[in-house]
C-alpha cells in the first residue's frame, strides 16, 4: 500500500509544483481582456499630448474632432 501511496502523493505535489511554474490555468479561474480606451481616455491623453508639447492646438482640435466624430 505504502508503493502507491508514496508515487501517488509525489505525482499531486509534482502537478502543483509544475501548474505554477508554468502558468498553467486549471479551473478556469478569471481572465482579463484588454479593453480599447474609453473617447474620455483618449480625450485626456489628448489634452496630455497638447500639453507635453507633442502636438500644437491644431492637431489638438483636428484629433478631438475625429474622435468625438467617431462616437
Known amino acids: 500500500m505504502k ?3 508514496i508515487p501517488g502523493l ?5 502537478l502543483f509544483l509544475l501548474t505554477g511554474c508554468l502558468a498553467l490555468d486549471i479551473g ?11 473617447l474620455g481616455q483618449q480625450l ?6 497638447k500639453d507635453a508639447g507633442a502636438i500644437n492646438e491644431a492637431e489638438f482640435q483636428t484629433q478631438k474632432a475625429k474622435l ?4
Not at 509525489?10 to 509534482?14: E, I, L, P, S, T
Not at 478556469?28 to 474609453?38: I, N, R, V
Not at 468625438?68 to 462616437?71: E, K, P, Q
Open 44 to 49: 485626456m491623453d489628448l489634452q496630455k499630448a
Open 68 to 71: 468625438l466624430a467617431n462616437h
Open 10 to 14: 509525489a505525482g499531486v505535489a509534482a
Open 28 to 38: 478556469g479561474g478569471s481572465s482579463s481582456k484588454s479593453q480599447a480606451p474609453t
Open 3 to 5: 508503493r502507491i501511496i
